[in-house]
C-alpha cells in the first residue's frame, strides 16, 4: 500500500550542482504533477503530466526539468540548484484531473 | 498572479464550535475544486471535494461550501476537535486545452484550543 513515493527526504546540495528528485506511484495514475511549498507561498505547481511522454510546465517551471518514461515514474531534475530552490518538494498523482490527488510525504531540499 | 487565495494566514477556534476557512478564486474555468489538510512534516491528505455543478457537499463534520457567481468556497469544520490544528489548503481545478492541472492556494493555518 505504498501510494506516492519520494526519495530522497532530505538534501543538501551546493550551489550549482546537479540532482534529480525521485518520485514513484503504484496507483496506476495517468496525472502526476511536482509542488514547491514555501512559506507564505502556499503550493506551487512546477511541472506536471497527464501520462506517459506527456509533460507541461505548471506555475513556477524556472530551474527544472521533468520527463515521463513510463506511468509509474516521475522525476524532477535541477540541473544547476540555486538557493532560491530551497524548499520542500511534494510529487502528487490522481487517476483523473477530476478526482483527488495523492500526495508523497515530500523531500526538504537545502541549496547552500 | 495569484488564481487561488486564502487571505486569512491563521485562524483560533475553540474546541467545539465552528472552524470556517475561506477561499477564493479568480479563473472561471476552475470547475473542481478540493480542501487538504496539511500536518508538519508530512504530505497534505485530501479531505473533501465539490463539483461546480454543486453548491454544497458534506462528509461527517466537514461541508464545503460553493458559490459560483461570487467565486468563493468555504470549508466549515463543526464540531471542532484539538486533532484539527493543521494548514488547510483549497485548490482548484479546471482545463483551458483539455488537460487538467491542480492550482492551491496559500493556506491557512488552524489552531483549535481545548
Known amino acids: 500500500n505504498a501510494g506516492v513515493t519520494q526519495t530522497p527526504k532530505f538534501q543538501v546540495l551546493k550551489t550549482g550542482q546537479s540532482m534529480t528528485l525521485q518520485c514513484a506511484q503504484d496507483?496506476?495514475?495517468?496525472?502526476m504533477s511536482w509542488y514547491r511549498q514555501d512559506p507564505g507561498m502556499g503550493l506551487r505547481l512546477i511541472h506536471y503530466?497527464?501520462?506517459?511522454?506527456?509533460?507541461d510546465q505548471g506555475e513556477v517551471p524556472n530551474g527544472y526539468n521533468v520527463s515521463r518514461s513510463t506511468t509509474e515514474d516521475f522525476p524532477l531534475r535541477l540541473l544547476s540548484a540555486a538557493p532560491s530552490q530551497t524548499s520542500v518538494y511534494f510529487c502528487?498523482?490522481?487517476?483523473?484531473?477530476?478526482?483527488?490527488?495523492?500526495f508523497g510525504q515530500g523531500t526538504r531540499l537545502t541549496v547552500v | 498572479d495569484q488564481q487561488v487565495k486564502q487571505n486569512s494566514p491563521s485562524l483560533s477556534v475553540q474546541e467545539g464550535r465552528i472552524s470556517i476557512l475561506n477561499c477564493d478564486y479568480t479563473?472561471?474555468?476552475?470547475?473542481?475544486f478540493l480542501w487538504y489538510k496539511k500536518y508538519p512534516a508530512e504530505g497534505p491528505t485530501f479531505l473533501i471535494s465539490?463539483?461546480?455543478?454543486?453548491d454544497k457537499n458534506e462528509d461527517g463534520r466537514f461541508t464545503v461550501f460553493l458559490n459560483k457567481s461570487a467565486k468563493h468556497l468555504s470549508l466549515h469544520i463543526v464540531p471542532s476537535q484539538p486533532g484539527d490544528s493543521a494548514v488547510y489548503f483549497c485548490?482548484?481545478?479546471?482545463?483551458?486545452?483539455?488537460?487538467?492541472?491542480?492550482?492551491f492556494g496559500t493556506g491557512t493555518r488552524l489552531k483549535v484550543l481545548a
Open positions: 465539490i463539483s461546480s455543478i454543486k
Open positions: 485548490a482548484a481545478s479546471g482545463t483551458t486545452s483539455g488537460t487538467y492541472k491542480y492550482i
Open positions: 479563473n472561471s474555468m476552475f470547475d473542481y
Open positions: 503530466s497527464v501520462g506517459a511522454g506527456i509533460t
Open positions: 502528487a498523482s490522481t487517476r483523473t484531473g477530476r478526482t483527488e490527488a495523492f
Open positions: 496507483m496506476n495514475h495517468e496525472y
